[in-house]
């Protein structure tokens, strides 16, 4: 599953990331964490990114620079269907029916 | 005012396709989501777009997801092909050394960087997110808004003395250890304490 090892490692990375802001990693999992640092120079980027307050607190601006209430408004437009009443006679006919085959079983069971 | 759900219902709800569900699991993902998908592109606007598109595929999918996680999941792996696939078309029409550099070696570790990255923040922003209203206010006019102390008392309707006060002792602070466990309870002790807010 090449699929998902990415976002399964991700979060596995990510938790050790925040428990070593915390500092709440085991031995064990500071080796892991030491392991991965070493793997790659873009994890070691992403560590000192993480590690400097300064950009830790650039990166959450960033983080925060959507415009959040403008994409809602297109993604909900696109993806939530209106979903209009049926017209009242539609509505109508529907009680109607439902009345008639409710009086035709009572009338049914009545006879027998 | 972010929707708070308790996991199940936001679950229950989501599947059965109430929009405000929708919009509380976009609370919940899609700033970092855009900012993942922004940073692997190296484009905002086309970044924001990738997020955008894979969030309409997951609500248009709402009833085959049984887990924050799996949505979560869903969300990043869409985000990544098609940011890859936009690298992959952008390589073809102008070969920018960056772009091919991504795609020929490491682009995996590229995507698992800022995949963590992403989280990383998302978490941060969590624990942002659960300070009190008036602690969190001022915390992001400081650092997000970068305003200054005039403008945050003039905002607030509070002495400039006091933003002053609060900010040294903020900056300070978060200079010595912004995310040890604790920390933030005592900037929010220590905000309650200074300005009787009500919390």
Known sequence: MDEDAHVTDANQLAELLLKHLRQELTPEEQKKLDNWISEHPTHKQIFDRINSEEQLL??????????LDAWWQKISRQAIPATPKPPLVKRLIFWIVLFI????????TARQ | MKQQFPDKVLLSEFKKGSSHAFKAVYN???????????RLVDNDAEGEDIAADSFIKLLNRHEFFDTL????????????????????FMQ????????????????????LSHMVHAEVLREV????????QRCKEIFKLIY????????????????????????????????????????????????????????
């Open chain 2, 69 to 88: 996680p799996n949505m979560k999941a869903f969300l990043y792996i869409t985000t990544r092909n098609a940011c890859l696939n936009y690298l992959r």
């Open chain 2, 144 to 199: 997000y808004e970068r305003k200054s102390a005039d403008e945050i008392a003039k905002q607030l309707d509070i002495s400039i003395n006091t933003v002053w006060v609060q900010r040294a002792k903020a900056i300070q602070l978060i200079r010595t250890n912004l995310l040890k466990k604790g920390l933030l309870s005592t900037l929010m002790l220590f905000f309650t304490m200074n300005n009787g807010f009500k919390m």
């Open chain 1, 101 to 108: 085959v409710l009086v035709m079983i009572i009338l049914l």
């Open chain 2, 28 to 38: 919940l993902y899609f700033p970092s989501l855009c900012f993942f998908a922004k």
């Open chain 2, 125 to 132: 922003e969590h624990e942002i997110e659960q300070l009190p």
């Open chain 2, 92 to 111: 073809k029409q102008v070969t920018t050394k960056k772009d091919l550099a991504l795609l020929q070696s490491g682009a995996d570790e590229h995507v």
């Open chain 1, 58 to 67: 650039n990166d959450l601006q960033l983080l925060n620079q959507v415009n």
